[in-house]
């Protein structure tokens, strides 16, 4: 039996893929944050930066073609144009 590829059905849905980098700016924006938390003053500038550094290193990929998606709350991905669950 013949069974058409998913992949080309028009409506096609795919879903957004988290991914964690840690090479990236925003590793050291968090190590920045931890080390200005070993100080008490430090700590209210530290907090914000680790939070910060935590959303720049959490990056979100179309699982239809890995691209990255510059929006978290992007609806269809820019490149291959595919609606994002
Ligand atoms: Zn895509």
Redesign the pocket.
Known sequence: MFQPQAGFKKGIT?SKVKKMEFAGGGAAVQLIGILLCLTLVGAIFGIPLIIIGRSMSTKFL?S????KLSDKSAKI?P????SLS
Do not use: I, K, P, Q
């Not at 490149?79 to 595919?82: A, F, G, M, P």
């Open positions: 795919a179309c239809n073609c890995s691209n991905c490149v291959c144009h595919v």
